[in-house]
């Protein structure tokens, strides 16, 4: 009981980043689920069977609150099906000894990556006048959805930076298509791993309590997809993810104590430099914002003085004239 209610709060706090940031429900689910000692491919295989269900409720929510680009879900969306089909086929042929390890490492260089981006790296602009097209937007989805499926999280890593990085389409609409096509991504990896391990292969108890906290938390999520800073929930997540990776590669490969012990403060650190940088850049970025409203402010009110002035000084001038005339 214990396990299936951290499970469902997990969900919450997974299903609202994800929502939020369009990303990291499946890395984070996944992750949790491999430290508590569960098989990779059950673990990702009962992930992405809840998924369906909050996946659905977050693209529901996202579409109401006018969050999603339908040409982009269905062009990204049914190659990243493909992709998490033929992912969850390869992950469901391999032992669990060589699965956990290479599901570690995927799991670990996406959240080094999330560290990275979103510590270091402003949001680009939008230029919505260039719409995306199926060239770039089917292998994105492919490549995807196939490592969603075989590290149990990629399609949010994958997905969202790309569709920022293009500049083509608005933050909040990256995030609300990226997670209503994830439902699509979901339902082909769960039939793959329904074929490759059979009912057995998924853990009900465990997908009951990630759906139920997820799928509270998904019209939480497409709210505050406009509130929350993605710099900051980004370099939270990615530290985790890292932090929690590293030591399942170390603990799998036997490395001493002290070797395991010292790597882990290591990440630890600069986890929390990581964070402090992006808390730093968001204040600055606060700071310039306000100093540039205020200096906008100012330089109004500074024409309008002027307009007045130029006003007051004209009207004796126009009234002057008649009277000396006089």
């Known amino acids: 009981m214990q396990t299936l209610v951290l499970l469902a709060l997990v969900g919450f706090a997974a299903q609202l980043v994800d929502g939020a940031l369009g990303m990291a429900y499946g ?8 430290a508590i000692g569960a098989n990779p491919a059950a673990a990702s295989a009962s992930v992405h069977l809840a998924e369906i269900g909050t996946t659905l409720a977050s693209g529901a929510s996202h579409w109401r609150f006018g969050n999603v680009d339908w040409k982009v879900v269905l062009r990204i969306g049914i190659p990243g099906a ?5 992912g969850a086929t390869v992950l469901s042929s391999l032992s669990t000894d060589a699965a956990k390890p290479v599901m570690a490492g995927i799991l670990l260089a996406l ?3 999330l560290l990275i981006r979103f510590t270091f790296r402003a949001l680009p602009k939008v230029n919505s006048a260039k719409p995306l097209r199926l060239r770039f937007l089917a292998p994105v989805g492919l490549i995807g959805g196939f490592l969603d499926a075989t590290g149990g999280g990629g399609w949010g890593p994958v997905g969202t930076p790309a569709l920022l990085a293009s500049g083509r389409i608005e933050p909040r609409k990256v995030i609300g298509s990226i997670d209503t ?8 990896a769960s039939i793959g791993f329904f074929i490759g391990l059979g009912a057995e292969g998924f853990d009900l ?3 009951l309590a990630l759906l139920a906290g997820g799928v509270l938390a998904a019209p939480l999520a497409a709210w505050l997809v406009r509130k929350l800073p993605p710099r900051l929930l980004g370099s939270l997540v990615g530290g985790l ?23 882990l403060i290591a990440i630890a ?6 964070v402090a940088f992006a808390v730093r850049t968001l204040r600055a970025d606060r700071r310039l914002e ?5 200096a906008s402010a100012d330089a109004i009110d500074d024409d309008a003085d002027t307009s007045v002035t130029s006003s007051a000084s004209a009207a004796p001038a126009a009234s002057g004239g008649p009277a000396a005339g006089r």
Do not use: Q
Request: no cysteine; charged share 5%; hydrophobic share 60%.
């Open 27 to 34: 890395v984070t689910s996944t992750t949790l689920l491999l």
């Open 82 to 86: 493909i992709g998490a089909f033929l």
């Open 111 to 113: 959240g080094t990556y």
């Open 181 to 188: 096509s994830e439902f699509l991504v979901s339902v082909a």
């Open 205 to 207: 108890g465990w997908v």
């Open 241 to 263: 993810i890292v932090f929690t990776n590293a030591r399942t590669i170390l603990i799998t490969a036997e490395a001493s104590p002290l070797v395991t012990n010292s790597v």
């Open 269 to 274: 650190v600069i986890w929390a430099a990581a």
């Open 290 to 294: 306000a100093e540039l409203a205020a």
